[in-house]
């Protein structure tokens, strides 16, 4: 039930807040174009539900258990997602080799992490992840919401980075399932609101 509530609560809250960023903004002419196609086809479908659920969560909230060999993996992904954003930047011809090596990060990082997580040693918790867990749990949905810069066109105003600031809102909502029920349940929570966002417009597009 307190799942169901929570992806009902995360579509409401970032709908209506990009409702807000574009009535605001929209007419101003500084936010960015979506580069998502109108009708996605079954391959982006499962990308969206599937793919980036799994990749994204993993990311962006698996390291909020606070074991240290989950902040180890996070270090993984810190620079994975640093090389993803390079790679939005990054010259055309450039672009799928950055890419490709935050992948290579990625699964390095959780090759480790498997060989390492059931060490009594890194299961606990250090003090100072809990002192400053407000912190950690903000810049992890401040990350998640600019990774999705990739969904939209070059900035061409500075305000135009508030595009993805319901993301940030919704990211901090998946980290409140992902500490309180768990990793799968944040994924679970994730695809249902991509689904929900992507499943209508490709059935009847």
């Known amino acids: ?3 169901a509530v929570l992806t ?4 409401l809250a970032v709908l209506l807040a990009r409702v807000l960023i574009e009535a605001i903004l929209g007419p101003a002419g500084v936010l960015p174009e979506s580069t998502l196609t109108a009708r996605p086809d079954l391959r982006q479908v499962a990308l969206v ?3 980036a659920p799994l990749l994204e969560e993993t990311l962006s909230r698996g390291w909020l258990s606070g074991r240290r ?8 992904g810190a620079a ?6 390079a790679a939005l930047i990054a010259p055309q011809g ?3 080799i950055v890419a490709l090596a935050g992948a290579v990060t990625v699964l390095v990082g959780l090759i480790q992490w498997s060989i390492t997580r059931h060490r009594q040693r890194n299961r606990v918790v250090p003090g100072w992840f809990i002192r400053n867990f407000r912190w950690l749990a903000w810049g992890s949905s401040l990350a998640f919401a600019l990774l999705h810069l990739g969904n939209y066109e070059a900035l061409t105003h500075p305000l135009g980075l508030l595009v993805v600031s319901p993301l940030m809102l919704g990211g901090m909502l998946l980290a409140y399932t992902r500490t309180r029920l768990g990793l799968r349940a944040a994924m679970a929570h994730h695809a249902a609101y991509n689904a929900v ?3 209508p417009a490709w059935a009847f597009g």
């Open 197 to 199: 966002l992507v499943g």
């Open 69 to 76: 060999a989950a902040l180890r993996f996070a270090l993984y």
């Open 80 to 85: 994975a997602l640093g090389l993803l954003l």
């Open 1 to 3: 039930m307190t799942w």
């Open 94 to 96: 450039l672009r799928k």
């Open 8 to 11: 009902v609560l995360t579509l």
């Open 49 to 51: 539900v599937i793919v």
